[in-house]
């Protein structure tokens, strides 16, 4: 276990501070979205059958009023699947920008490098080129799985709008 929290930090020196930020960034990004799939598959199924119960146990399922009460509870149920997912979506678009960030602050260590040892000393400019490259990676690396997982979520979410419409059905 030290040995793993031994590479973890050497990886984050080489990377800069910037890889840090973009791991937190990951992290939250992540916990989010296994809090959006234990609604989705846990806390949703019960809220959608009390909805259903709920209108069922209705007398009245064809007047304007009733249409009006079937559409406030699809919105608040689909409110409530939606939750976190544009803060999800905004963490995935900053993902990128921050490894771009990083890519930054590496070449401006390169620079600074040739300005004092010149442009012949590669293993100076190393540590530079490292820290410019790896959070370019990661940030790449976290939005890619970060826009799965959003896809995912946005397209269950649609599902489940289009589940709770037919089950919440209107008497003619």
Same mark, same amino acid.
């Given at each position: ?55 069922? #146990?209705? &007398? ?5 009023? $009733?249409?009006? +009460?079937?559409?406030? @509870? /699809? ?41 004092? #040892?010149? &442009? ?5 400019? $190393?540590?530079? +080129?490292?820290?410019? @490259? /790896? ?38």
């Amino acid at each position: 276990m030290i040995e793993f929290l031994e590479a973890i930090r050497d990886f984050t020196e080489t990377g800069g501070q910037v890889l840090l930020v973009i791991g937190l960034l990951i992290f939250v990004m992540w916990l989010l979205i296994l809090e959006r799939a234990m609604y989705l598959m846990v806390w949703h199924k019960k809220a959608k059958s009390e909805a259903v119960a709920s209108w069922t #146990a209705r &007398s009245d399922r064809s007047s304007w009023f $009733a249409k009006q +009460v079937r559409q406030k @509870t /699809i919105s608040q149920l689909t409110m409530r699947l939606n939750g976190s997912i544009p803060i999800i979506q905004s963490l995935v678009a900053l993902c990128p920008l921050l490894g771009l960030m990083g890519t930054v602050t590496g070449m401006i260590e390169v620079f600074d490098v040739m300005a004092i #040892a010149g &442009s012949g000393n590669a293993r100076s400019m $190393a540590s530079g +080129v490292s820290k410019a @490259t /790896i959070p370019t990676m990661a940030g790449m690396v976290g939005a890619l799985s970060g826009v799965f997982a959003a896809t995912w979520l946005n397209r269950t979410v649609k599902s489940e709008r289009t589940h709770l419409e037919d089950a919440l059905v209107i008497q003619r």
